[in-house]
């Protein structure tokens, strides 16, 4: 349960004193460079094969990623191969639906909105609220520039 | 090549993490939102572009990409729409990869049952 924050504290201070770091940080690159050639095979069908133009193929590639990311984390296969990816499983768009999903689950008895509905976002949550705010930080300054740039 | 690329780049994006973690103890969900920030930084300067050029989904797909995605929105949202874009290009821009993340998630959450822990 890479997600639950204080489980993979536990964890990795279980795991810490001796689990080599160049072992870990290669199943990092292998899994997470696995899970990125994917998604430009899933881009390229979407360009070639459906004929979407770049950027839209790009965005209909996430959006095919997020489902297999949230499709194998409800089927519990997900967590699984995370155990070993570490952040190869975490960093990719499908670790963003799996941080979406894996506490949504978890806490699905506790109700539908308080639960299921508000646990979602434990993460997501996060993310969301600092790369929008990000995203507008930039907005202001390119129009500042803009403007200043006639 | 870009099958190359997207492999090498996207592996070394997920392997500078997972050096964060091990050595800095950052937590999974600190290194997401370290690394959707970057990405917006790192777009807003116009520098991540080229490297989704280069890589493809190596550099899309990662959560930086992500970052990447709303700051170009922004830019774009400005260019069209003035000040307001600020407000709507980024989340314009990354308005199918969200509502894709709720609605997939939210059923697949709905249908699938907690596995026990082992």
Redesign the interface.
């Known amino acids: 349960m890479q997600y639950n924050q204080q489980e993979y504290q536990k964890y990795l201070e279980k795991k810490s004193p001796n689990s080599p770091l160049l072992k870990n940080v290669l199943f990092a690159f292998v899994i997470g460079g696995a899970i990125c050639t994917i998604g430009q095979a899933v881009t390229d069908f979407y360009q070639t094969i459906a004929g979407l133009e770049e950027s839209t193929a790009r965005t209909a590639a996430s959006i095919t990623m997020i489902f297999f990311g949230a499709l194998l984390t409800g089927m519990d296969v997900y967590c699984k191969i995370g155990k070993y990816a570490g952040a190869g499983t975490l960093v990719p768009i499908t670790g963003f639906a799996n941080s979406i999903v894996s506490p949504a689950m978890e806490f699905k008895k506790e109700g539908l909105v308080l639960g299921l509905a508000s646990k979602m976002f434990v993460i997501a949550g996060p993310v969301l609220v600092y790369g929008i705010t990000a995203s507008v930080g930039v907005g202001i300054i390119y129009y500042i520039i803009r403007f200043i740039g006639g | 090549m870009?099958?190359v690329n997207?492999?090498?780049?996207?592996?070394?994006?997920?392997?500078?993490?997972?050096?964060?973690?091990?050595?800095t103890?950052l937590?999974?969900?600190r290194?997401?939102?370290l690394?959707?920030?970057t990405?917006?930084?790192l777009?807003?300067l116009g520098l991540y572009d080229p490297l989704?050029r280069f890589?493809?989904?190596?550099a899309?797909?990662?959560?930086?990409?992500?970052?990447n995605?709303?700051?170009q929105?922004?830019?774009k949202?400005?260019?069209e729409h003035?000040?307001l874009?600020?407000?709507t290009?980024?989340?314009e821009a990354?308005a199918?990869?969200?509502t894709?993340?709720?609605v997939?998630?939210?059923?697949?959450?709905?249908?699938?049952?907690?596995?026990v822990?082992s």
């Open positions: 870009q099958y997207a492999f090498w780049v996207g592996g070394l994006i997920c392997a500078i993490a997972q050096v964060l973690i091990d050595k103890k937590t999974p969900a290194i997401l939102v690394f959707v920030v990405g917006t930084v777009g807003g989704v890589a493809g989904a190596g899309s797909i990662p959560i930086v990409g992500f970052g995605v709303l700051a929105g922004v830019i949202g400005v260019q003035g000040i874009g600020i407000l290009g980024g989340a990354a199918g990869g969200i894709a993340s709720i997939f998630g939210f059923l697949a959450a709905l249908i699938f049952k907690p596995k822990k």
